[in-house]
Every structure is written in C-alpha cells, then in structure tokens.
C-alpha cells in the first residue's frame, strides 16, 4: 500500500505565499517522478511541476519563476508558490510514480486547497 499525504494548503492574499509539502509512505522500493497538479472548480486537472530522482524540474509555463518544486530525500516533495494570483485558486495534488514490490504505479494524494483572494 502506498499514500501520498500533503500539507500546506490555505487562504493567502494575492502576492503571498504558501509552500506545499508531500511525503510518501509505504512499502516502496523507488520513487521516480514526483509533482504537483492542480484542478479548479469546472476545470480539468493540470501540471503545475515534476520533478525527477535525478532533481531535473518542469513547470507550467502559467507557474514559472514563481513556484519552485524541490525533493528532500527520495519520498518528500515540496512546491514552494510565490507571488500567489487569484487564478492560482485550485485544489493541488501530489502525484508520484513508484516501484513497489507488486510492480509500478502512479500514485495521488487526497489534495489540498489553495485559495488565493483578499
């Protein structure tokens, strides 16, 4: 069994910021790819950034030189979101693609509300 928990979601004004943090837990042998997506009320999911074992980033053309995706060890990933916009308002998911004893899999956690408003 594997499970993605996140922390960090909340109500900040435009301009702020917030920093998101994911960990996985679990039987799991490797995880590859980690990252963040996010999905608004009547929107479809999307990538916000990934980030590889190696620590290679990749970010929505929306997000860049704003949020920053980083990885502390090989089962935490973080998204730190700066100068925050109100279009920014979604809820964000943490999402890792691991090898685990039965094989590989992509993986979500339960998702974090980030509201962006004054």
């Known amino acids: 069994q594997v499970q993605l928990v996140e922390s960090g979601g909340g109500l900040v004004q435009p301009g702020g910021s917030l920093r998101l943090s994911c960990a996985a837990s679990?039987?799991?042998?490797?995880?590859?790819?980690m990252g963040w997506y996010r999905q608004a009320p009547g929107k479809q999911r999307e990538l916000v950034a990934t980030?590889?074992?190696?620590?290679?980033a990749n970010y929505a053309d929306s997000v860049k030189g704003r949020f920053a995706i980083s990885r502390d060890n090989a089962k935490k990933v973080y998204l730190q979101m700066n100068n925050l916009k109100p279009e920014d308002t979604a809820v964000y998911y943490c999402?890792?693609?691991?090898?685990?004893?039965?094989?590989?899999?992509?993986?979500w956690g339960q998702g974090t509300q980030v509201t962006v408003s004054s």
């Open positions: 999402n890792a693609h691991v090898a685990h004893a039965l094989g590989r899999g992509d993986y």
């Open positions: 980030i590889t074992s190696g620590g290679n």
């Open positions: 679990g039987s799991i042998f490797s995880v590859y790819v």
